[in-house]
């Protein structure tokens, strides 16, 4: 259960590890980056864009995931 949050696509500025797939994100790549509250513990984290898209379709129901160890969609299939 959510208890509050926000999210926002960005531009980073440094590395980042993608909290869907787990892997790398490069600096100047544009992601989701969600800060918030989740179930009494606090989050900030970063996605991959085509991550956040799976994680949107796949976790509508306000249920939390398991970081790190989803699969990345293949980008082409969110342009």
């Known amino acids: 259960m959510s208890d509050f949050g926000e999210g926002k696509t960005l531009k980073t500025r440094m590395p980042h590890r993608c909290e869907w797939c787990g892997e790398g994100i490069e600096a100047g790549t544009f992601v989701f ?13 970063y996605m991959h864009s085509e991550c956040e898209v799976s994680w949107s379709m796949n976790c509508d129901d306000g249920e939390g995931f398991s970081p790190y160890e989803n699969e990345r969609p293949n980008k082409e299939m969110t342009t």
């Open 33 to 45: 980056h969600y800060k918030g509250k989740f179930d009494s513990d606090w989050q900030d984290w």
